[in-house]
């Protein structure tokens, strides 16, 4: 049973264009949930997403930050105009249900140059 | 506004003793707690929970220990392998809420 993917691994981008960080959830899990880890920084929640449904997006930044998670197909979390700010590692976790132990993916490092 | 804290950055501890880490929390509505463990380049990986109607959950060399009234969790590991050494972040949840908030992590080194 593989666990949760996420690719890319590594993302570089420069200030101004858009980074897309996917992520499939292990098999069976339906709830998925980004965070993000700022250099000497705990993971803080950003979004949380059942299929085709964005249950709580309270941490997502207001502006340029959107996430999905389609009924075919991975979760995307999307960052249009990146800036030097936004990097850092994304995590997604994936769960069977609400309020139950959460499995992480890898992460994707994000770096704005 | 950080919910959940780990006041210890970092513990070194020598290997066969005994590594207790702390984390502490605000919100009383909290009532589900885990704790992960983190290596470098990869994701955190679910270690061992407690929930608010127990104070004590066991598994292996692993016991979570949690004080209500103090708010207050920790999490033993006896004895300390150099394996053990990594990022530990505990992380807290309501069940009302819909996510975990995670405290900045204790980075543990056994040392052999």
Redesign the interface.
């Known amino acids: 049973n593989a666990g949760v993917m996420q690719n890319p691994r590594h993302l570089v981008r420069r200030r101004g264009q858009e980074a897309r960080l996917r992520c499939s959830p292990m098999k069976g899990h339906s709830h998925v949930y980004w965070y993000r880890q700022l250099p000497e920084e705990g993971l803080k929640f950003m979004v949380y997403l059942q299929k085709e449904n964005i249950i709580d997006e309270s941490g997502m930044p207001k502006e340029r930050f959107s996430a999905e998670f389609p009924k075919e197909g991975p979760s995307i979390l999307r960052i249009q105009q990146v800036v030097r700010g936004d990097s850092a590692a994304y995590f997604c976790a994936s769960s069977p249900g609400l309020g139950e132990e959460q499995y992480f993916g890898p992460g994707t490092r994000l770096t704005v140059t | 506004d950080q919910q959940?804290k780990?006041n210890s950055p970092s513990l070194s501890v020598q290997e066969g003793r005994i590594s207790i880490l702390n984390c502490d929390y605000t919100n009383s509505m909290f009532d589900?707690f885990?704790w992960?463990k983190k290596y470098p380049?990869?994701?955190?990986?679910?270690l061992i929970?407690i929930s608010s109607i127990k104070d004590k959950n066991e598994d292996g060399r692993f016991t979570v220990f949690l004080n209500k009234s103090a708010k207050h969790l920790s999490l033993h590991i006896v004895p300390s392998q150099p394996g053990d050494s990594a990022v530990y972040?505990c992380?807290a949840?309501a069940?009302t809420g819909?996510?975990?908030?995670?405290?900045?992590?204790t980075s543990l080194t056994v040392i052999p």
């Not at chain 2, 380049?41 to 679910?46: C, D, L, N, Q, V």
């Not at chain 2, 819909?98 to 992590?105: A, E, H, L, P, V």
């Open positions: 959940v780990q589900y885990l992960y380049a990869e994701g955190p990986t679910f929970s972040f992380a949840s069940v819909n996510q975990f908030y995670f405290g900045t992590g």
